[in-house]
């Protein structure tokens, strides 16, 4: 890349898995991002996050619970201080649980509490980022990641159009459903925030080996973040609004 993927970016869920691939591979790429905003509950126990703030000066730490409306208002406070009038380029909505729950077995604790985490935080974290998302838009005049844009972490799993019967996902009521729902949001968000320059999609990592993905997982997080970061570099305002696979395909709501 000629130009850095965007000056800031900002990742939840930052500690393991899908979030800390992001945090490495941003941090390898060249150039790469001025500042990594890396997020997560307890920071002082996130071993892997500590020994990159120790290798590179580009790289912040926070705390942040996502669905704790004080911990995003102090995290918000926190990052305008480190972004300042340049705002923030990227916020990558990554933080989620996986609650299994077949429909024989499923409860109502299980479906809230993972709408909570997975579908309603995003929509919060989103609002209470939009300031500086919105500063960081004024600065660039084309849409993409460069300039302002709002990722949300999805699953192949929350496609309707692909719902199959006795598919492998019939025994995750919790998750694929916050998931089509966090579709919804996105789809909503990329509707309201287009004329502020503010680009919004749904990502679908693939289905990666890590704690939440399990160890059937055909991809590794190093086979798949490079294309990631690739693709979020390619984002234009054709991408508004889509729900889009971690090689760029489009996928079917």
């Known amino acids: 890349m000629d130009q850095p993927l965007c000056r800031s970016v900002l990742i939840t869920g930052a500690n393991r898995g899908i979030g800390l691939g ?31 703030c120790k290798q590179y000066s580009n790289i912040r730490v926070l705390p ?56 309603v935080a995003q929509l919060m974290l989103s609002k209470a980022f939009l300031p500086l998302l919105k500063k960081a838009a004024k600065q660039s005049a084309t849409m993409g990641c460069h300039r302002a844009a709002i990722v949300n972490m999805s699953s192949i799993s929350a496609s309707i159009a692909l719902a199959k019967p006795n598919d492998n996902f019939h025994v995750i009521y919790p998750y694929r459903t916050s998931k089509a729902a966090l579709n919804m949001v996105t789809k909503s968000l990329a509707t309201d925030l ?47 609004g889509a729900f889009l696979d971690w090689q760029g395909n489009i996928l079917p709501w």
């Open 194 to 240: 287009k004329l502020e320059g503010i680009l919004c999609i749904a990502l679908h990592p693939g289905w990666i080996q890590t704690d939440m993905g399990g160890t059937m997982a055909p991809l590794k997080v190093h086979d798949a973040i490079p294309a990631i970061i690739s693709l979020l570099a390619q984002l234009s305002e054709k991408d508004n």
């Open 22 to 52: 992001l945090v490495q591979g941003l941090l390898a790429a060249s150039p790469c991002p001025e500042v990594i905003i890396a997020t997560c509950r307890c920071p002082e126990s996130a071993q892997e996050l500590q020994k990159l």
């Open 64 to 119: 942040l619970d996502v669905v704790s409306e004080n911990s995003i208002k102090e995290t918000v406070k926190k990052v305008e201080d480190i972004v300042g009038e340049k705002g923030l380029n990227c916020l990558i909505n990554n933080a989620g649980i996986n609650v299994f729950g077949s429909l024989e077995d499923v409860t109502m604790e299980a479906m809230l509490t993972t709408f909570k985490t997975n579908t």
